[in-house]
């Protein structure tokens, strides 16, 4: 896999601050920083929630509850990330015109690292497939929610 020297994917959020793989905390946060400073500490485990394209229609619906799931996690040590394939600057574009507050995370570059990392990549194509793996600090795979082309995940079904 292409990605850091450490054959981990690179991400940056939409702010173009680098965040390591996991991606619990943005790069050279302490333990006890979250997603963002005082936002409490770091999550254990964490939803990569991956989008195809973040302007299209189905994508663009299941953005609009996102903040609520995060805010729904938290309490239990788990932490959302939305991740697409899109540029840093799109998805700067999304998170300001929706408000969106969860960290957006680009897999631009290498194009789609993170989604293969975890088994979510379309190779046909060249986009994330719609769907939310939940992982621990180690990148091990703990849960996976999917949702077939042009429909699409509901919150709930980050739960249980």
Same mark, same amino acid.
């Given at each position: 896999?292409?990605?850091?020297? %450490? =054959?981990?994917?690179?991400?940056?959020? !939409? +702010?173009? !601050?680098?965040?390591? $793989?996991?991606p619990?905390a943005? #790069?050279? @946060?302490g333990?006890? !920083? =979250? @997603?963002?400073?005082?936002?409490?500490p770091?999550?254990?485990?964490? $939803?990569l929630?991956f989008?195809?394209?973040?302007?299209?229609? *189905?994508c663009?619906g299941?953005l609009?509850?996102v903040? %609520?799931l995060?805010?729904?996690?938290?309490p239990? =040590?788990v932490g959302?990330r939305?991740?697409s394939?899109?540029s #840093?600057? *799109?998805?700067?574009t *999304?998170?300001?015109?929706? =408000?969106i !507050?969860?960290?957006?995370?680009?897999d631009f $570059?290498? +194009?789609g #690292?993170?989604a293969?990392?975890?088994?979510e990549?379309n %190779?046909?194509?060249g986009r994330?497939l719609?769907?939310?793996?939940l992982?621990d600090?180690?990148?091990? *795979?703990? #849960?996976?929610?999917?949702s077939?082309?042009?429909a699409?995940?509901?919150?709930e079904? +980050?739960?249980g």
């Amino acid at each position: 896999m292409i990605g850091s020297p %450490e =054959g981990r994917p690179v991400l940056r959020d !939409q +702010h173009g !601050q680098p965040w390591p $793989w996991p991606p619990l905390a943005p #790069a050279g @946060a302490g333990p006890e !920083q =979250g @997603a963002v400073p005082d936002d409490g500490p770091a999550p254990s485990r964490v $939803w990569l929630f991956f989008l195809p394209g973040a302007f299209t229609p *189905v994508c663009m619906g299941e953005l609009g509850w996102v903040d %609520e799931l995060a805010e729904r996690l938290a309490p239990a =040590g788990v932490g959302l990330r939305i991740l697409s394939c899109d540029s #840093a600057a *799109v998805l700067r574009t *999304v998170s300001e015109q929706l =408000g969106i !507050q969860t960290p957006l995370l680009s897999d631009f $570059w290498p +194009h789609g #690292a993170a989604a293969r990392a975890v088994g979510e990549f379309n %190779e046909t194509t060249g986009r994330a497939l719609r769907s939310s793996v939940l992982v621990d600090a180690a990148g091990t *795979v703990l #849960a996976r929610v999917r949702s077939g082309a042009g429909a699409a995940r509901r919150l709930e079904d +980050h739960f249980g």
